[in-house]
């Protein structure tokens, strides 16, 4: 079993700063892609940000700048720093990570976490 947990979620005032978490755990042979995606009431679910196996970040037009994502790959987790945040930030946001479970490639299959929620407001 492979679980996703995000952290780091919770309300912030408008230009302040998050530092979202995403841990994987359970029994897994390898990380590759980690993506962090948002999810705001009445739109739909957007990728925000990703990052390879090997620390190569993209993040979306709407974040550039202001977000940045790190990896611990000792740790098998991932960090989604967010500065200078803004109402339009507020949503639940999800890791995704594909993970090989097993000794092919085939295994590898596409995991989420359960969300945590970022509330922007003064």
């Known amino acids: 079993q492979v679980q996703l947990v995000e952290s780091g979620g919770g309300l912030v005032q408008p230009g302040g700063s998050l530092r979202l978490s995403c841990a994987a755990s359970?029994?897994?042979?390898?990380?590759?892609?980690i993506d962090w995606y948002r999810e705001a009431p009445g739109k739909q679910r957007e990728l925000v940000a990703s990052?390879?196996?090997?620390?190569?970040?993209n993040t979306a037009d709407s974040v550039k700048g202001r977000f940045t994502l790190s990896r611990d790959n000792a740790k098998n987790t991932v960090y989604l720093q967010m500065n200078n945040l803004k109402p339009d930030d507020a949503a639940v946001y999800y890791c995704?990570?594909?993970?090989?479970?097993?000794?092919?490639?085939?295994?590898?299959?596409?995991?989420w976490g359960q969300g945590t929620q970022v509330t922007v407001s003064s």
């Open positions: 995704k990570a594909a993970i090989r479970t097993g000794l092919k490639m085939t295994t590898m299959a596409d995991y």
């Open positions: 359970g029994n897994f042979v390898a990380i590759y892609n």
């Open positions: 990052i390879t196996r090997e620390g190569t970040t």
